[in-house]
C-alpha cells in the first residue's frame, strides 16, 4: 500500500516510521529532479502557508519560502515582532485563527510546547522549522545528502561531533536510530543527551538493526562514514558561549578528526557555521561542496514535506 501523509503535522522524526522518513527522502529527491529539469509544479496550488519565525534563519525560511513557490503556492512571512503570538493573544487562539486563513503552518521557535499548541489547535498540518528541542525538517536534508552520496543510509556509520544534548543531535540520533543508520555522539559528559531519548532511540535502533553509542572519546571516530558537527553555542544560548568554548574545544572537526576515521569520510554542518570553533576553515572549505548541497536539499526536502501532508 502508498504512503499518504495528507494532514500530518511535522513535529518531530519520533511521529513518523522508518518507511515515512525513506518515503520522504525520495520524494524530495524526485523534487530535485523535476525543479532540475525546469518542471512548473502545481501541487500546492490555491494553498497559503505562514511561516511563523521567533528566531532568525537563512536556508529555513527560504526553503519554506522557495519550495512553497515552486509548487504554486503562497508564503506569508509572519515575524514575531508582526503577529500577536503569546503576547496579546495565547498561542491556542493565534493558532486557531491561523488555521482559518491557512492551509499549513511552519514555526520556528524556542518552545516545542507552542509549535505542538499550534498543531492542536490549528486543524492544519504544522511543521516544526526549529525549536530548542527538535530540528526534524534538517534531517531529511542530511539524510538525502548521505544517500546520494553514498547510495544508501541503513548501516551507515553517523558521528555527531559537539554539542551532542541540542536540538540536531537530538533530533538526527532519532532520525538516524529510525532509517537504521549506526549513530554515535561524541561530546564531553556535560552535554550528553537526556537518558530518556537515548533510551527511546536505543528502542527504534533495535528494530532496525543499528546501533547508538554515546561516548566522549575522539579517539572512537574511526570507521565512520559521516562526520556531523553544529554550533557549540545555539540561537538562545548565548551567555553559555565562553564555557562551551572551553569544553568544546578538543571536539573541534579539523584534519587530524578527520584523519582518525581511517576512512575518506563525509563532513556535514547543518549551517550556519562559526569557523575556527567547531569546524575549521581547512576542513569545512575541503567538504564545502556536500556541505552546500546539503543546505540547498533543505529546499528539496521542506518543499517535500509540503506537498505530502497538505
Ligand atoms: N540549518 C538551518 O536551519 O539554517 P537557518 O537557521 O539559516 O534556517
Ligand atoms: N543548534 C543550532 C541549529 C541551527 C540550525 C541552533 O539552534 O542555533
Redesign the pocket.
Known amino acids: 500500500m502508498g504512503i499518504s501523509l495528507k494532514g500530518r503535522s511535522f513535529l518531530t522524526l519520533k511521529d513518523y516510521t522508518k518507511d515515512e522518513i525513506n518515503y520522504l527522502v525520495d520524494l524530495s529527491i524526485q523534487l530535485k529532479k523535476k525543479k532540475l529539469m525546469g518542471i512548473k509544479g502545481d501541487l500546492l496550488e490555491r494553498k497559503n502557508i505562514a511561516l511563523i519565525f521567533e ?9 519554506f519560502t522557495v519550495g512553497c513557490l515552486d509548487e504554486g503556492g503562497h508564503p506569508e512571512y509572519l515575524g514575531k515582532n508582526d503577529i500577536q503570538l503569546g503576547h496579546k493573544e495565547s498561542v491556542e487562539d493565534t493558532a486557531r485563527v491561523l488555521g482559518r486563513f491557512f492551509d499549513g503552518i511552519e514555526f ?1 521557535g524556542f518552545s516545542q510546547d507552542t509549535v505542538e499548541k499550534l498543531a492542536k489547535y490549528s486543524g492544519v498540518p504544522v511543521w516544526n ?2 525549536t530548542d528541542m527538535y ?1 526534524p ?2 534531517i531529511l ?1 542530511d539524510l538525502m545528502t548521505i544517500k546520494e552520496n553514498l547510495g544508501y543510509l541503513k548501516g551507515v556509520n553517523f558521528t555527531y561531533i559537539g554539542d551532542g544534548r541540542n536540538n540536531m543531535a537530538n533530533s538526527l540520533m532519532i532520525g538516524c536510530a529510525k532509517v537504521g543508520l549506526n549513530f554515535m555522539i561524541i561530546a564531553p559528559k556535560s552535554l550528553w543527551p537526556e537518558n530518556d531519548l537515548v533510551d527511546t532511540c536505543k528502542e527504534y535502533a533495535a528494530e532496525v538493526g543499528s546501533t547508538i553509542t554515546i561516548s566522549d572519546n575522539t579517539d572512537d571516530i574511526i570507521g565512520t562514514d559521516v562526520i556531523y558537527t553544529d554550533v557549540w553555542v545555539s ?1 538562545g544560548e548565548e551567555e553559555k558561549s565562553k564555557e562551551r568554548v572551553e569544553l568544546l574545544k578538543p571536539y573541534q572537526v579539523n584534519e587530524t578528526l578527520v584523519s582518525k576515521t581511517g576512512k575518506d569520510a563525509l563532513v556535514l554542518h ?3 557555521a562559526v569557523k575556527g570553533y567547531e569546524v575549521t576553515e581547512e576542513t569545512f572549505e575541503k567538504h564545502s561542496k556536500v556541505i552546500f548541497d546539503e ?1 540547498e536539499n ?1 529546499m528539496h526536502t521542506i518543499k517535500a514535506v509540503m506537498v505530502a501532508t497538505v
Open positions: 528566531k532568525p534563519s537563512t536556508r529555513t525560511r527560504c526553503a520556528r522549522g526549529l530540528h525538517t534538517q536534508a540561537m547543518c549551517l550556519p543546505a533543505r
